[in-house]
């Protein structure tokens, strides 16, 4: 594998040589480059389909975080105290602290960060071809999977 040695061009362009997140992957022909823009077009696809997943899974955890919020206020109302009162109803203000959603939720925030940075640099070579690619990619991956990121909220 033969490392890149070319400048970085301070202008929107089509000639391909740009390096791209790392020193050795350098599309230099026409295959390499229409596999890359492929490749990104994807990438760009699976981003939108993490933020639909997570639009989806917020809604499931809000759920199950009142299902599990019920039980637990079911098993402590009536239960008299130490001092023979009952205890008072708490306004909850933020939902419960569950591991298995929470995690989940850092996951996918870890992988859609990672590949807005990726993209970000991806832009930052100002190669039109890999620009494009990235919207487009966007673009299909919102009408996608658009409606259930939007629809969130509404998918009780």
């Known amino acids: 594998m033969t ?11 089509f000639t391909p040589g740009d390096i791209l997140w790392f020193d050795g992957w350098v599309p230099a022909s026409t295959g390499a480059m229409v596999g890359t823009c492929i490749g990104l077009f994807l990438l760009a696809i699976i981003e939108r389909w993490i933020g639909a997943c997570r639009a989806v899974m917020e809604v499931h955890w809000a759920a199950r975080a009142e299902i599990a919020y ?13 001092n023979g009162r009952t205890p008072l109803l708490r306004v909850r203000k933020a939902p419960p602290f569950i591991a298995a959603h929470d995690v ?8 859609q960060s990672a590949l807005g940075y990726a ?29 259930f990121t939007s629809a969130g909220a509404h998918l009780s």
Not at 3 to 13: E, F, I, R
Not at 73 to 81: A, I, R, T, Y
Request: proline share 3%; glycine share 14%; aromatic share 8%.
């Open 70 to 82: 019920s039980e637990k206020k079911s098993e402590s109302v009536g239960l008299p105290q130490a």
């Open 104 to 111: 989940a939720r850092g996951v996918m925030q870890i992988a």
């Open 119 to 147: 993209f970000m640099l991806t832009v930052m070579t100002f190669q039109l071809g890999f620009i494009m690619s990235l919207l487009v990619g966007l673009g299909v991956g919102e009408m996608l999977f658009g409606r």
């Open 3 to 13: 490392m890149a040695s070319g400048t970085m061009k301070p202008y929107l362009h």
